[in-house]
C-alpha cells in the first residue's frame, strides 16, 4: 500500500558531499516520522538521523554538524545532505517513515525503502 523508493547514492570521495532522497507513494493519509537508517557489513541497522511531521529532528553523534534532514510534506518526501563525508559512513542507507493509510487513520505502520549504497572512498 505504501512504497519508499531512494535515490542519491553512490560513490565519493572523503570529505565530500552526497543528497539522498526518499519520496513515499500509495494510498497515503499521514506520514508522522520519516527517517534514514545505516547497515554496514557486519553490523546491525542503526538511526542516522529523524525527522517528525512537525519537522523537530534528531540525529546519531556520529552525524551531528555533518548532516542534515529535512522533508517536503507536500511531496512525502525526505532527504538527508551528507557533508563532510569520512569512510565509516560506508553503508546502506536506508529510509523509514511511519504511515497511516486512508481507511484506516490511527493504525501507523512502519514501512522501508530498499536502500541504497553509499561508499565514502578515495
Known amino acids: 500500500q505504501v512504497q519508499l523508493v531512494e535515490s542519491g547514492g553512490g560513490l565519493v570521495q572523503p570529505g565530500g558531499s552526497l543528497r539522498l532522497s526518499c519520496a513515499a507513494s500509495?494510498?497515503?493519509?499521514?506520514?508522522?516520522?520519516m527517517g534514514w537508517y545505516h547497515q554496514a557489513p557486519g553490523k546491525e541497522r542503526e538511526l542516522v538521523a529523524a525527522?517528525?511531521?512537525?519537522?523537530?529532528?534528531n540525529y546519531a553523534d556520529s552525524v551531528k554538524g555533518r548532516f542534515t534532514i529535512s522533508r517536503d510534506n507536500a511531496k512525502n518526501t525526505v532527504y538527508l545532505q551528507m557533508n563532510s563525508l569520512k569512510p565509516e559512513d560506508t553503508a546502506v542507507y536506508y529510509c523509514?517513515?511511519?504511515?497511516?493509510?486512508?481507511?484506516?487513520?490511527?493504525?501507523?505502520?512502519?514501512?522501508w525503502g530498499q536502500g541504497t549504497q553509499v561508499t565514502v572512498s578515495s
Open positions: 523509514n517513515a511511519v504511515v497511516a493509510v486512508r481507511g484506516a487513520p490511527m493504525d501507523l505502520r512502519e514501512y
Open positions: 500509495g494510498n497515503i493519509f499521514f506520514i508522522n516520522k
Open positions: 525527522i517528525t511531521s512537525g519537522g523537530s529532528t
